[in-house]
């Protein structure tokens, strides 16, 4: 019964690819890789290059694509377009790739040459060949990302600058078919889709979108304008009619010995904390004129586990109650406070305005990479100006592939109802986590939030991880709404011993003494950190 729901869903798929086909017309590039590619692709002949191209089947169908044959290689072959493709109307650029090994760290994006200098062959093609657009998937390491590139060339400098779609979407991490798509609208609208849905829209003139931005900004910063020497930038300054108050001791001690501490009934004076091991023997091959004299090891004194303590009983330390640390001068307000300087702004010279890219003209479609993974398969590659030829390409040729491979997967796998049923919640969980990204209060956090929501939909273990991760940055902002602001410090308790009547002080002198006290016990915290913590032994106590 599966297999007759299956067929009718597949020959209703191949009815509507074929209408989509018949009403849009053919493409302006597309190569199929059905015939071996010798001779309409170029491999490149630079030393780099060592790695082979084949011409072979995916794994699992009777369809062929260009194959990543080995590890650990350089790669770089090109097709010349028979006309370049200039991108002034709607503009689709559509590729296939299979990780059939997975992917642990390599490329697979295609670029988009623009037409090349005089003397330049499709053998000589290399990582300094120039292009228009670089898009497709690349990972390794922290990077998993699908990218969007493309050169544009500054009116006003004649230089070409690179400027990279912010926040990209990520590489599905199985080892299905998926397809890549680019549409590069004439109002400057940009959509990348994968599996033909949606995952990224940007705008060629936006200032968020793209690094570096497209747009210039009017004015910069004068690279010539020096801060003068008389700029003051502090706002605060010490006191200087402050004086330090005479009672002020900058050397009394931290600490003091506690005077009135008593020794504990029954402390073992004559008693050392450690005795030699009375069951120790010396080894029979000890020499004592090679090893010196031998010495039992010490273990704990069992007269002193039931005392007190044992041996020299000493006093205990206390806060000393006249400690204020080193004076410092009272903080004012600097009557010579100019603010944080800033150089002042200057035009552009680099500035210019359009009303959308003029970007290159697409003269060749170049695979150039470096990667550690075999069986990267390319199939299907188009460039279009019609959408509906794209999407037609998406159901004939790429989405019977896609469905074979899943069904293949879920019939390897063994069948459990309460993974259909988990199946079921996540869809549900996963609709959740969408709205919550879409909630006001996390709006700077939605970029991020959807991009881990779209990875765990392509890694389903990952959901419960997702939700925790999602619900705790909730919980973060809702905490910092309600508790952000600093309570006010409650007041010191009162000190266990009284301290001599000292002369009244001023609001300057006490805030200074307060600002001293506290720097002398982060100096001396810093000094306890670097310094080994010392064994306290039970005479102290």
């Given amino acids: 019964m599966a297999e007759r729901e299956m067929s009718a869903s597949f020959l209703l798929l191949l009815l509507a690819s074929s209408l989509l086909r018949i009403c ?33 089947k995916s794994d699992g169908h009777e369809d062929y ?38 992917l642990e760290c390599g490329g697979a994006y295609l670029k988009y040459l623009c037409p090349q200098d005089a003397g330049w062959t499709p053998k000589g093609f290399d990582n300094e060949s120039p292009y228009t657009i670089m898009f497709g998937p690349d990972k390794c390491g922290s990077t998993n990302k699908v990218h969007f590139i493309f050169q544009h060339k500054n009116p006003k400098t004649g230089k070409f600058v690179e400027h990279h779609l912010k926040y990209p979407p990520s590489v599905p991490s199985d080892k299905f078919t998926h397809i890549y798509t680019a549409i590069l609208k004439p109002d400057n609208e940009l959509r990348i889709l994968i599996d033909g849905e949606e995952k990224k829209k940007a705008n060629f003139l936006s200032t968020n979108d793209f690094e570096p931005a497209l747009i210039l900004l009017k004015t910069i910063p004068d690279p010539d304008d020096k801060k003068p020497d008389d700029w003051d930038e502090r706002a605060k300054i010490p006191d200087p009619d402050a004086l330090k108050p005479d009672d002020w001791d900058e050397d009394a001690p931290m600490e003091i010995e506690d005077e009135e501490a008593v020794k504990p009934e029954g402390w073992l004076d004559d008693e050392p904390e450690e005795i030699d091991d009375p069951e120790a023997t010396k080894p029979e091959d000890w020499d004592d004129e090679e090893d010196g004299e031998w010495e039992a090891p010490k273990v704990d004194n069992p007269k002193c586990e039931a005392a007190p303590g044992c041996g020299e009983w000493k006093r205990p330390m206390k806060r000393n109650p006249t400690y204020k640390g080193k004076w410092h001068a009272p903080l004012i307000d600097n009557p010579n406070y100019k603010g944080i300087w800033k150089p002042q702004e200057i035009d552009n010279p680099d500035y210019f305005e359009l009303d959308k890219p003029d970007i290159e003209p697409i003269a060749a479609i170049g695979i150039e990479i470096w990667t550690m993974q075999d069986g990267i398969l390319f199939d299907n590659v188009l460039i279009d100006t019609d959408e509906k030829v794209a999407e037609s390409y998406r159901l004939e ?30 869809k549900k969980v996963f609709v959740v986590l969408y709205r919550i990204a879409d909630i006001a209060l996390l709006e700077p956090y939605k970029i991020k939030i959807i991009d881990v929501i779209e990875k765990a939909e392509k890694q389903p273990n990952l959901t419960i991880g997702v939700l925790v991760s999602i619900l705790v940055i909730f919980a973060t902002v809702i905490f910092k709404l309600l508790f952000g602001r600093k309570k006010p410090q409650s007041p010191a308790p009162p000190a266990a011993t009284v301290a001599p009547a000292a002369q009244p002080q ?36």
């Fill in 397 to 426: 040729a790429w989405k019977p592939k896609y469905e074979v491979e899943k069904e293949k997967q879920k019939a390897e796998e063994p069948s459990d109802v309460s993974s259909d049923w988990f199946s079921a919640v996540q």
């Fill in 506 to 541: 001023n609001p300057d002198s006490v805030e200074s003494e307060v600002l001293g006290s506290s720097e002398e016990k982060e100096e001396e915290g810093k000094d306890d950190v670097s310094a080994p913590r010392p064994r306290r032994s039970r005479r102290e106590t």
């Fill in 24 to 56: 849009a017309g053919d493409p302006l590039f597309y190569e199929s890789f059905d015939e071996p590619f010798e001779g309409r692709w170029i491999a490149s002949e630079k030393e780099d290059y060592k790695g082979i191209w084949k011409h072979a």
């Fill in 65 to 102: 694509g260009l194959l990543v044959s080995e590890t650990a290689r350089k790669y770089a072959i090109v097709k010349e377009l028979d006309e370049p493709t200039v991108l002034k109307d709607t503009t689709v650029l559509q590729f296939e790739v299979r990780f059939q090994n997975g």
